[in-house]
C-alpha cells in the first residue's frame, strides 16, 4: 500500500517551512527598527527611530523587490491583526478616567485646537508652494 504524499498547501500559515519564514521576516522587521532606534538615538535627532527604521526598510523594499515577496504572507498576517496591539492604549486610556473626567475639556480644546492648527498648516502649505509654482502642474 503506498502511503500518499503530502501535499503542499495553498495557504501559508499552513505550509511547515511558514514559521521559520515568519521568524526571519519579524528579525528583519526588529533589524531594522533597531538601525532606526540607534540612528535616531547616536545624532540626538527628535525624529523616532522607528521612523528611520520605516524609511530604510522601504528603500531596501524598493531596491530588492524579491524581499518584498518574502515578507508579503507574514506581514499581512501582522496587518490584519494589528487592531491588537491597540488594546494598551485603550487599557491606558480606562486607567485614566479621572484625568479625563478632571481635564477633559482642556485636553479636547488642545486636541481640536491642534488639528485645526495642523490643517490650516498644510492648507498654508499648499497655497505657497501653488504661489511658487504659478500653479502649474507637472
Same mark, same amino acid.
Given at each position: 500500500?503506498?502511503?500518499?504524499? %503530502?501535499?503542499?498547501?495553498?495557504?501559508?500559515?499552513?505550509?511547515?517551512?511558514?514559521?521559520?519564514?515568519?521568524?526571519?521576516?519579524?528579525?528583519?522587521?526588529?533589524?531594522?527598527?533597531?538601525?532606526?532606534?540607534?540612528?535616531?538615538?547616536?545624532?540626538?535627532?527628535?525624529?523616532?527611530? %522607528?521612523?528611520?527604521?520605516?524609511?530604510?526598510?522601504?528603500?531596501?523594499?524598493?531596491?530588492? %523587490?524579491?524581499?518584498?515577496?518574502?515578507?508579503?504572507?507574514?506581514?499581512?498576517?501582522?496587518?490584519?491583526?494589528?487592531?491588537?496591539?491597540?488594546?494598551?492604549?485603550?487599557?491606558? *486610556?480606562?486607567?485614566?478616567?479621572?484625568?479625563?473626567?478632571?481635564?477633559? %475639556?482642556?485636553?479636547? *480644546?488642545?486636541?481640536?485646537?491642534?488639528?485645526?492648527?495642523?490643517?490650516?498648516?498644510? *492648507?498654508?502649505?499648499?497655497?505657497?508652494?501653488?504661489?511658487?509654482?504659478?500653479?502649474?502642474?507637472?
Amino acid at each position: 500500500m503506498a502511503t500518499a504524499r %503530502p501535499t503542499r498547501s495553498c495557504l501559508p500559515c499552513c505550509d511547515r517551512a511558514f514559521p521559520m519564514q515568519m521568524i526571519r521576516v519579524l528579525l528583519v522587521l526588529l533589524i531594522y527598527q533597531l538601525a532606526g532606534e540607534t540612528l535616531s538615538r547616536g545624532l540626538d535627532l527628535s525624529i523616532p527611530g %522607528p521612523v528611520f527604521g520605516l524609511a530604510g526598510l522601504f528603500v531596501t523594499l524598493l531596491m530588492v %523587490p524579491r524581499l518584498a515577496e518574502y515578507m508579503r504572507a507574514t506581514v499581512t498576517g501582522l496587518l490584519s491583526h494589528l487592531s491588537l496591539l491597540f488594546v494598551p492604549a485603550g487599557v491606558g *486610556v480606562v486607567a485614566h478616567l479621572d484625568t479625563f473626567g478632571r481635564d477633559g %475639556p482642556g485636553l479636547f *480644546v488642545a486636541l481640536f485646537g491642534s488639528t485645526v492648527l495642523a490643517i490650516l498648516a498644510g *492648507v498654508g502649505a499648499f497655497l505657497l508652494v501653488v504661489r511658487m509654482t504659478g500653479g502649474r502642474d507637472g
